[in-house]
């Protein structure tokens, strides 16, 4: 067995994160699981250019996501902190950088990791 490079490792970390919020979104559907594909073998390619940023690739793969699904079905990940006016998308933080965590401008607050969505909908409490 080759032992699994950094690179692949932040690869799979990536996908198994923003799959984590897709299932908890209940938007896991097969074509969308598609787009988290498409974009890890983009990123992988661009993570091979530059070794350094493979702490950034869950972020990246995060917006590649999000920007798909805006073109197909819609905002992804409805923010769950604001219950009142107009639905919006939450954006990830940072757009290039480690340990990225999605954010509602709106309300000003940190919602949670990419990855960990799924504790923050069905009520929990924001932190900040
Ligand atoms: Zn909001």
């Not at 974009?39 to 350094?52: A, G, I, L």
């Not at 702490?55 to 079905?73: F, P, S, T």
């Amino acid at each position: 067995m080759d032992p699994v490079s950094p690179l692949e490792q932040a690869l799979h970390a990536a996908r198994a994160l923003v799959l984590a919020d897709l299932v908890a979104g209940e938007v896991a559907e097969a074509d969308v699981v598609s787009l988290v594909e498409d974009s890890v073998v983009q990123r992988r390619w661009w993570v091979e250019q530059w070794p350094d940023g493979a702490a950034y690739v869950a972020g990246l793969v995060a917006q590649d996501v999000q920007d798909a699904l805006l073109e197909r079905y819609g905002r992804w990940p409805l923010c769950p902190v604001c219950g009142s006016g107009d639905p919006h998308a939450l954006d990830v933080e940072p757009e290039l950088g480690p340990n990225p965590h999605w954010v509602c401008h709106k309300a000003g607050v940190k919602v949670a990791s990419v990855g960990s969505l799924g504790g923050s909908l069905g009520g929990g409490m924001p932190s900040s």
